[in-house]
């Protein structure tokens, strides 16, 4: 089968690899679609930090937002899975360890992360293999854009609860790439007032395309107060700013991640008796996630502004939009698509911008 096998910094090949078997207790899906992050990215560049800590080596195969539909399964796997559209938690805990059995697998210090960590391979490719138990069945209602970004919105649906916000309140999200539009989203659906705060004029129109009234630069963010900040950005700077500019008694969650160390005063968060959230993975909110896009809730569909094949992979990782892309943050993948063509029809059975 083809693959995207990324062998150093810059350095990436589409080539025939050898087809994913169903082993024991695991599944081969046919991919459907596969989202671009920004960790692939950070991977491409070389700067992610699982390289230099030894969670990760070249060669790799990226791909962890993906869907597809379930082509074979393995010894001890309920045949029902044939057939079936699905998507995958990326986080792979050993599943015997005391965070696991405690429901916490997505943060199991030996776990593995699909086209990530610990020499899983990823989606980028024309079929993955991965554990039964991680998948999570897509209704009809969501399609294979739906499906591809469900990994994406379970973090950022986190995030949303996490900010424990509703309607009457008052939210500002820090960074309107993939993870904070999402998040704006699932706020948005709560009945909360939501604000972003961008750096480019075309990110914040956007954002402003999607329905979002309140958009703002640093040098225009008013004066208000907010029951809730939320940081989807990837600059170091920022989470000071959300705690300074969350109200006292509110809540800050930090979901984006810079590329080096941030900053804050723990003195303002006990003056401002203020509660700090950290959110690593989709893990706990894939389902609900799901049910959101499924009864249309929320629809970040817009957010995909080309789909590619996976000979325009590499181009994509550099920063080269693709002809014709719409304005949205994130690109998606077909993997059986030619360099150029649109996506082709897919029939059952046959991926942190600021």
Avoid at 87 to 106: A, K, N, S
Avoid at 107 to 118: A, F, N, W
Avoid at 151 to 174: H, I, K, M, T, W
Avoid at 317 to 332: E, N, S, T
Wanted: charged share 20%.
């Amino acid at each position: 089968m083809r693959a995207f096998v990324l062998h150093a910094p810059g350095r990436a090949t589409v080539e025939e690899v050898p087809a994913p078997v169903a082993v024991p207790g695991e599944v081969v899906v046919d991919v459907e679609r596969v989202g671009v992050c920004g960790t692939d990215v950070e991977f491409f560049t070389g700067e992610m930090a699982y390289l230099h800590e030894g969670h990760a080596a070249y060669p790799l195969r990226l791909g962890h937002e993906w869907c597809g539909v379930v082509h074979a399964v393995g010894d001890g796997v309920d045949p029902a899975w044939l057939g079936r559209r699905v998507m995958g938690d990326t986080m792979l805990g050993d599943q015997t360890c005391r965070r696991c059995r405690r429901g916490h697998q997505h943060v199991c210090e030996h776990r593995q992360e699909v086209g990530i960590r610990g020499g899983r391979p990823g989606a980028l490719a024309e079929q993955i293999a991965v554990p039964a138990w991680s998948l999570h069945a897509l209704p009809g209602t969501v399609d294979a854009v739906l499906g591809a970004l469900v990994e994406p919105g379970g973090g950022s649906l986190r995030a949303a609860q996490a900010a424990g916000v509703g309607p009457g309140d008052r939210a500002l999200v820090l960074g309107p790439g993939t993870i904070g539009l999402l998040t704006a989203l699932f706020l948005r659906a709560d009945g909360v007032e939501v604000h972003l705060l961008g750096q480019t004029a075309d990110s914040l129109a956007f954002a402003g395309s999607l329905g979002f009234d309140h958009v703002w630069s640093e040098a225009t963010l008013p004066d208000l107060p907010f029951d809730a900040v939320v940081d989807a950005s990837n600059a170091a700077y920022l989470p000071a700013l959300a705690l300074d500019r969350v109200e006292p008694g509110g809540r800050v969650v930090y979901i984006g991640l810079a590329g080096r160390p941030s900053l804050i005063d723990t003195r303002t968060v006990a003056l401002k008796d203020v509660t700090a959230v950290g959110i690593l993975s989709a893990s706990p909110g894939l389902a609900d996630a799901i049910d959101a896009f499924a009864s249309g809730a929320v629809d970040p569909r817009p957010l995909v502004a080309a789909t590619v094949g996976l000979d325009d992979v590499a181009a994509v990782l550099a920063g080269v939009r693709p002809p014709g892309a719409g304005p949205g943050p994130k690109i998606h993948v077909d993997p059986v698509t030619p360099r150029g063509a649109p996506p082709a029809p897919r029939t059952p059975g046959g991926h942190i911008a600021r």
